[in-house]
């Protein structure tokens, strides 16, 4: 813990590296400095003592004829709880234990819940984990499984996030919610960048779009690519149109982010309306520009197109939250600002299990038969997807 300190990314105060959520100073975000520099590889990082595996996730080209472009999927489903909160949850809670806490409190809009339950259970210490009334059941069945404290707090996202900040008061428990507010599991999340970087054979795609809610991801993926050396890319953050607070700032050329009314969107992982802390998408935004990028907002049915073309065109299955990245990069594709050849890295967030109900949804190839029904029946249903040249 020596090898860092802690700074302000607005006034730049400096704090030595302990529990310690915003600035005392200004209230601005925490970020760490690790002394020697920027971590040029994973090794420099704080080695996460909490694991189940997250991260190493793979980088795959989509598949030729699905997505239009040179389109890359970071397939971050895979983490262990099936997001990539894994990778912020591991460390933050690996440096708290080393600052002595014996438990955590996480506000979530599902992910992050799910991740820190996961990660709190295999540290074998209690879990405090507060989600929106309205969250998608199968985020909150996996929460309750990993044997956490659920509590559903009515309204929206930030009356979470304002009564996790009161528990880890009250507890002395580490907050692990994954806004800015832990500034050791941000940091973890550079490894993102660097990745990436490593599996394009040491260079920088042209963009990266990132589902963004208040945005550590956004920086950790600046971060990682600054950390190389070199190129950083363009970063497209993307929001829902029903809750697009940074978007709309973006849009408006305006310097600050505004805290936005009442989400509306299926995709619960990015819907986070900053009420609060419209700080953090202040500086999202500022990162967002600095990269040459843009904020973009896509709609509910655009987001379940990219679905559809990640499930049945690659064999990926991701949450609305996940598939927004890729709805992202066929918008700005179509509009002709993402130019053709153009390389474009799609930040694939989280699992379709976890927001199931929408697949249920959707229409899908399936018939039933009788136990002693003819293969013809199948084969007949078969060629209506295949057309006639399939079959023998
Ligand atoms: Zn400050």
Request: glycine share 12%.
């Amino acid at each position: 813990m020596t090898t860092m300190m802690l700074s302000c990314v607005d006034c730049r105060a400096e704090y030595t590296a302990t529990l310690r959520y915003a600035c005392e100073e200004c209230g601005g975000i925490l970020e760490v400095v690790h002394a020697g520099g920027p971590p040029s590889d994973a090794a420099a990082l704080v080695a996460p003592e909490v694991t189940l595996g997250e991260g190493g996730t793979p980088l795959l080209r989509a598949r030729a004829g699905s997505a239009e472009g040179a389109i890359w999927i970071k397939d971050e489903t895979r983490n262990p709880s099936g997001s990539f909160k894994d990778r912020l949850v591991s460390a933050a809670l690996t440096t708290a234990l080393g600052f002595g806490s014996k438990g955590l409190v996480c506000a979530s809009s599902g992910n992050a819940g799910a991740s820190a339950a996961a990660y709190a259970a295999r540290a074998g210490i209690p879990a405090v984990i507060l989600v929106p009334e309205q969250t998608p059941a199968e985020k909150m069945a996996q929460i309750a499984a990993y044997g956490a404290l659920l509590v559903r707090v009515a309204g929206h996202y930030s009356n979470s996030y304002a009564m996790a900040l009161a528990v880890a008061e009250e507890t002395g428990f580490v907050n692990v919610t994954t806004t800015f507010i832990n500034p050791y599991g941000t940091d973890a999340l550079r490894l993102v960048g660097h990745e990436i970087h490593a599996q394009l054979g040491e260079t920088a795609p042209d963009w990266v779009i990132v589902p963004t809610g208040s945005g550590p991801l956004v920086k950790g993926v600046v971060q990682g690519f600054a950390d190389r050396g070199g190129r950083t890319p363009k970063i497209v953050a993307v929001q829902a149109e029903g809750c697009a607070p940074i978007v709309k700032a973006f849009d408006e050329g305006a310097a600050e982010v505004q805290p936005w009314g009442e989400p509306k969107t299926i995709a619960s992982g990015i819907s986070d309306p900053l009420i609060g802390y419209a700080r953090d998408g202040t500086y999202t935004l500022r990162l967002v520009r600095e990269s040459g990028g843009r904020a973009i907002a896509v709609s509910d049915d655009e987001i379940i197109q990219a679905m559809k073309v990640l499930a049945a065109g690659n064999g990926i299955f991701a949450e609305p939250t996940g598939a927004s990245s890729l709805a992202a990069a066929q918008k700005l594709m179509a509009r002709g600002e993402i130019r053709p050849g153009e390389r474009v890295v799609c930040m694939v967030t989280g699992h379709g299990f976890k927001q199931f109900a929408i697949y249920r949804q959707m229409p899908v190839h399936e018939i039933r038969v009788e136990a002693d029904a003819p293969a013809t029946v199948i084969t007949g249903a078969l060629r209506e997807i295949t057309g006639p040249g399939a079959l023998h």
